[in-house]
């Protein structure tokens, strides 16, 4: 850019754009935020806006956009979402004092994972910033304060911990960029690009955290590179580090540990189709705070296998059951309450105003009538004291009516100051001296339509329309002309301006004091706010899931040692909410490192059994009663589950593949403490390849992991696998069949269904009679073993009949067809022979894998082609 043609103005625009080369810059001029040149030709498309040129009759035809500067939350919102990096450049010193050009800086750095509004973001999601080193991994949510870290030193269960969390962003070094975004997963994440400081920055940021934090009794973690990463980078983009609670270490052997595509499966917190309305969590979600949702969510997500935790979360449930009138007393408080913890997000930032400290007061109010209910939440007396007083000064000092700009003054109430209440006196009498000139006017001119106003570029003004221009006196001084008006100045109005603008100019200033002393008691306040918050969090997810327990009749589960499972009467809790007609429970009884191996028709309810025992031990284990008459479960500490049939695209992987990729996962991890979940596995290849992996994978948990597994197949050939192994128990859902008719009872019954049912459940599905016919006239013949491949021409399905020449062609071929498979016999009888003696047990999972491609490829070479 050839800086000697531009203006003042655009020289100073590109010295701070220069240095903001990476983000989108929005360059505040009087009341709008601009963009210019490529930034605007990025933005104005997501924000919907157009894009327009600074001066279209000169060959400056630079682009640009803008928006309103009281309204750029939404739009830099649209941007993050996009991907983008923001920067506000804004008028540091007011107006009417700049000496030349306005004197502008960036204020503030927005990324994806760090937000300028609260209000934009998803109220039941956190917003987390993530960074990783060979050590650790850590989070942290600059709109709540949240922080936390893991400590492992496993790539795979880092990158399985990122996949869970989902961050809104991650912070990573240059060689971490170039090493890890080489790999299609990783692409996905929105990232920027931080070193880690050093150890000289790092101990001075410790020494002055010790000064900050030299009262506070809260210890903390030592940290990992990786939070520090975090927070010096919070820093660098003028993020407010203060409103960073003290850094959590999360222990992953406390948490039960399973994979993101385990949430898909069962539906945690969204369904197959994206929808988060018929998910586990929504199904659930009975709070009444965002705050508490988001508590809930995060138990969800990670539930406990600690038992105490467990059972002191089930004890904060269960006081309340008798206790209803109190649920819906408390619940009717929590909907008064608000976002706290957001709300102590935006305060941290300069940009907060006064509407936002007295909304935050009032819910801190809300909040602290809570605490007599519960008084085993209740923190010292001397800190909810101080709390106290702080709310009530605050809601005695900012007015309700606060203008949204904390710069327009109108901003505290009369009390708080005695030199406030002076200068406000002072510019209310000069308000009504300007009333009784504006009326003095009016009559000494006969001007009934004069009016005295005020606007930020020409000050006070007096506006008299042209049809009375000819009344105007002598010693009105014109300031404007506009096209169905002309407006004035007078020298009374002159002396009258310069007093009022004085007098206000001082009270904002005096205003601006107070409410910055008000905002930094807040912020030096902040270990007590978040524990108060964390305290109603807590309080509204207890009394959240109590209603749900009362509302749903949910029982309380009950721990044992070892393996077993007992679930009375269980239920499905997504399902029975969602259907219209009674939902039939189930009673599931396993024993320790038994395996129950379930076979029937699709839409039996297979796959709604299996996920509801997972959903059950997910609920026990945050701490929630579960949908059943009697719960008596293990603490696991892995849950596994491949369920249904999904590609992924994105990294290359057929459905197959991916099958494979997730049963690996579980050969390689499950142990005796964990839950598989396993549904009709090897379909995604031939039926024999397909059968022969079911069975080794199944064979190889049964004997070496002994964890307790839910096994549903088509293959009804596994179900003599329980001649063999013990701990294998057949099971089905029970089908009635009559008058060639099925009917899904959805009950679970022992023993094995020799039946899918498939063409049943195909013409329940809709499909035309002649495919109805035609499958069923193929299926007797492979049941009887007189099934003929067609060799040379393929037979017309359902026009061609026995005496046209296409199907005796047909027929010939196929009785050759017949004869070469005689010849087959032998070859196959001797393959046949060597899979029932391969030594399977003796052998692992993969050498397994590579007999039966070897098997395979034999038999695609023999079989008609």
């Given amino acids: 850019m050839q800086t000697q043609k531009l203006t003042p103005l655009m020289k100073q625009y590109w010295q701070i754009k220069s240095l903001h080369k990476d983000k989108i810059l929005l360059f505040r001029m009087g009341d709008f935020f601009e963009m210019f040149y490529e930034d605007a030709e990025k933005a104005a498309p997501i924000l919907n806006i157009t894009l327009t040129a600074r001066n279209k009759k000169s060959s400056d035809n630079t682009k640009m956009c803008g928006v309103p500067h009281h ?15 923001v920067a506000i450049c804004d008028q540091i010193e007011p107006v009417s004092q700049a000496k030349g050009l306005v004197k502008r800086a960036v204020t503030r750095i927005l990324t994806p994972g760090m937000v300028y509004s609260p209000e934009s ?21 600059t709109s709540t304060g949240e922080a936390f870290f893991y400590m492992t030193g496993d790539e795979q269960t880092r990158w399985h911990i990122i996949r869970l969390l989902n961050p809104a962003e991650l912070v990573l070094t240059a060689e971490q960029k170039k090493k890890m975004f080489s790999k299609k997963e990783w692409k996905e994440f929105h990232f920027s690009v931080f070193e880690d400081p050093s150890l000289e920055e790092i101990n001075q940021n410790e020494l002055e955290e010790q000064a900050d934090q030299k009262n506070r009794s809260d210890k903390t973690d030592p940290l ?28 992953i052997g406390k948490e039960l540990w399973f994979s993101s595509q385990a949430q898909e499966h069962l539906e945690i917190f969204k369904t197959y189709d994206g929808d988060t309305k018929d998910s586990l969590f929504s199904t659930v979600n009975r709070a009444k705070t965002p705050s508490g949702a988001r508590l809930l969510k995060a138990r969800l997500r990670s539930p ?19 206790q209803p009138e109190k649920i819906q007393k408390i619940r009717d408080l929590l909907s008064q309450v608000g976002d706290i913890e957001r709300k102590l ?31 085993t939440l209740c923190s010292p007396a001397v800190v909810l004291d101080s709390v106290h007083k702080l709310v009530e000064e605050i809601i005695r000092s900012i007015r309700p009516d606060a203008p949204v700009g904390i710069q327009e003054g109108n901003m505290i109430k009369k009390g708080v100051a005695e030199e406030l209440d002076q200068l406000i006196e002072e510019t209310e009498k000069r308000q009504s001296a300007l009333r009784r000139l504006e009326a003095q006017e009016r009559a000494r001119t006969g001007i009934p339509s004069l009016k005295i106003r005020y606007n930020n570029v020409f000050g006070y003004y007096i506006e008299v329309t042209k049809v009375h221009s000819k009344k105007v006196p002598s010693y009105y001084i014109r300031k404007q002309t506009l096209t169905q008006a002309e407006r004035y100045t007078m020298e009374k109005l002159q002396l009258i301006e310069e007093k009022i603008l004085s007098s206000r100019a001082q009270r904002i200033e005096m205003e601006l004091f107070i409410f910055e002393n008000l905002r930094q008691k807040v912020m030096g306040a902040l270990p007590d706010l ?3 918050s964390r305290v109603i969090c807590e309080m509204d997810v207890s009394v959240a899931l109590a209603y749900l327990a009362i509302e749903q009749s949910y029982t309380r589960p009950t721990f044992i040692a070892g393996n077993s499972l007992i ?11 969602k259907q219209k007609q009674h939902f039939i429970p189930n009673t599931i009884r396993m024993k320790e490192g038994e395996c129950l191996l379930l076979t029937g028709p699709n839409m039996a309810g297979k796959s709604t059994l299996m996920r509801q025992v997972a959903l059950s031990v997910i609920l026990s284990q945050t701490g929630s009663f579960v949908p059943a008459e009697q719960a008596m479960l293990p603490v696991f500490t892995k849950l596994f589950t491949r369920i249904g049939a999904s590609d992924s695209l994105s990294q290359g992987l057929s459905t197959f593949m991916v099958e494979m990729k997730e ?4 050969l390689k991890q499950a142990n005796e403490h964990s839950l598989v979940i396993l549904d009709e596995i090897g379909r995604g290849t031939a039926t024999y390849d397909g059968m022969s992996l079911a069975q080794a994978i199944l064979e190889y948990l049964v004997q070496k992991k002994r964890s307790l597994i839910f096994f549903a197949t088509h293959y009804h050939e596994l179900t003599d696998l329980t001649k063999s192994f013990p701990r294998i128990r057949n099971a089905h859902l029970s089908v009635s069949e009559k008058d060639g008719h099925i009917e899904f009872l959805y009950t679970l019954s022992s023993g094995a269904l020799a039946q899918s049912y498939g063409i049943h459940v195909a013409r329940l599905a809709g499909f035309p009679l002649d495919v109805i016919k035609r499958a069923e006239e193929l299926l007797k013949k492979r049941e009887s073993g007189t099934f003929i491949y067609p060799h040379q021409q393929q037979m017309d399905l359902f026009s061609a009949s026995p005496k046209s020449s296409s199907f005796k062609d047909s027929f010939n071929s196929a009785s050759l067809a017949r004869t070469q498979n005689k010849k087959e016999d032998k070859h196959l009888k001797e393959l046949i022979r060597e899979i029932k003696s391969y030594p399977l047990q003796e052998k692992s999972p993969l050498e397994t894998m590579n007999a039966v491609a070897g098997w395979k490829k034999e038999i695609t070479k023999r079989k008609p082609n």
């Fill in 224 to 251: 990992p590179f990786s939070a520090y990463r975090l927070k010096f980078y919070i820093a660098a983009q003028k993020g407010n580090i203060k409103i960073i609670q003290p850094f959590q270490q999360k222990r």
């Fill in 567 to 577: 679930l009375v009467n269980s239920r499905h809790p997504v399902v029975e909410q």
């Fill in 304 to 322: 406990s296998t600690d038992r105490k935790e467990i059972e002191n979360r089930l004890d904060s449930v269960e006081k309340w059951l008798p």
């Fill in 530 to 532: 978040f524990y108060l």
């Fill in 663 to 666: 049963s690996v996962e579980i």
């Fill in 121 to 141: 973001l998803d109220q039941l999601r956190a917003h987390y910033l993530c960074a990783f080193d060979d050590h650790s991994v850590s989070f942290t949510d």
């Fill in 71 to 85: 309204s750029i939350a939404s739009p830099i919102g649209k941007l993050l979402a996009a991907g983008f990096k």
């Fill in 345 to 375: 997000g935006k305060i941290s930032h300069p940009q907060c105003n006064g509407r936002d400290l007295l909304s935050l007061a009032e819910s801190l109010r809300t909040g602290l009538q809570l605490i007599p209910f519960d008084q």
